[in-house]
């Protein structure tokens, strides 16, 4: 998401890194595009500058239409864990393209993928396929509404759902309090039953459910937050947070959006051990191609229509090709088990960025959970947005610019998570670390 604007590029000591055939590409698509994108994030409002244009990625690597290589650490924000272009998902979706892209009437792939999920997925029986992770995070509320019969629900500061109306909240004066919308078109009133709390707060949850006796629905949180940049959970939050919500009837839903099949197989419920009643899943499940899913109890699922009244539908859902793509993924994981390689590659960046900033005595927290990894320029550990907000992002912009223009490409706000695969080799790793040194020696004028 983004924090803040600079509208140019910072100045960078590589000027040998030019982007003239992105910028052309770049003007072109602003003409017809709002700001040139897709997606806000990618037309790097936060670090400055215009975006380089992609032309073909592989395995770690993507390609710009500049002629530049780079590692990859976005991983098309999440998705791309085997990297890109692997060749069994490849086959996969080339052997489904042949039969037809779409019928609007279900295949046998929408079970198998569905079967394979709730065998890997600790809270899911049953789960339903749509198209984008903001679906899924915008039904599971309907659903969580609907089955307990409440209206309130709780979302974290800094937690990103996608853009659902009534998730497009920012905290008001205090701190835990109704939100207000942080949209122009997001009216009042779809956000009145919002209620706002840190991350990592007990106590401020505790106070919600006090000023709101059997009113909460759901509360709702990503378990290790990735959209303010890396934030785990405190040790035991995840387990009261299920007391909490369990003594209350209410509906614990967690967004995996970011971290299902990421941090574990079975995602951060997995991973942390805590079983949610409702879960949100996106990104990994579509394996590149536009899919995401919500899943529950078969008690739970049983209320979606057709099976129950929660109304949900959707005319690609459960595409035929990003089945393909999604189970071929899953399938690719779940044989494999790149969990351990991911941990022991991911822990040797986060031992290398923290080492060179200790070297060189910029302030710096690096924080990771498995695969995923933040270097917040804060001095203070980060444990929700609030800390996360006391960053030094004007610093941040300038390593972006001095990280890519040496061939690393990470996330372009200090508020997101940076993404490992499994084809990043230990030469990628050392590769980077050596250039976050370069580039902060370059900066700090060392
Ligand atoms: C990316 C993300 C979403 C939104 O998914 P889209 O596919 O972009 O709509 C929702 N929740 C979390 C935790 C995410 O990371």
Known sequence: ???????????????????????AAFERACRVIPGGVNSPARAFGAVGGKPPFMKRAEGAYLW??????????????????????NPQVLKSVRDTLEDGTSFGA????????????????????????????????????????????????????????????SLLVQAGSAATTLGAPNSPGVTPGAVVDTLLCPFNDIEAIQELFRQHPDQIAAVLLEPVAGNMGLVPPR?????QLREITEKSGTI???????????????????RYGVTPDLTALGKIIGGGLPAAAY???????????????????GTLSGNPLAMAAGMETVRILKETNPYPYLEQITSQLEEGLTKVCHDLKVPARVQRVGSMITLFFN????????????????????FFWEMLARGVYLPCSQFEAAFVSVRHTESDIQETIKAAGDSLKAIFGK
């Open 1 to 23: 998401m983004s924090h803040q604007n600079q509208a140019t590029t910072p100045a960078i000591s590589r000027p040998d890194y030019t982007l003239s055939a992105s910028e």
């Open 106 to 165: 279900p295949t046998e792939r929408e079970a198998e993928i569905a079967e394979l999920v709730a065998s890997v997925v600790p809270s899911i029986e049953m789960c339903r396929f749509v198209s984008s992770g903001t679906e899924a995070a915008m039904s599971a509320v309907r659903l969580a509404r609907g089955v307990t019969g409440r209206h309130k629900i709780v979302k974290m500061t800094g937690h990103y759902h996608g853009h659902v109306d």
């Open 235 to 239: 040790s035991d939050y995840l387990e």
């Open 379 to 398: 001095d203070e550990p980060v444990w929700n947005y609030e800390d996360a907000k006391r960053s030094d992002t004007a610093l941040f912009g300038r």
């Open 252 to 270: 614990l839903m967690f967004d995996e959006v970011m971290t299902g099949f990421r941090l574990a197989l079975g995602g951060a419920q997995e």
């Open 295 to 313: 899943g529950a109890s078969k008690q739970i699922m049983g209320q979606v229509s057709p099976s129950g009244k929660v109304f949900q539908a």
């Open 64 to 85: 710009d239409i500049d002629g530049h290589q780079y590692i990859d650490y976005i991983g098309s924000w999440g998705p791309m864990i085997l990297g890109h272009g």
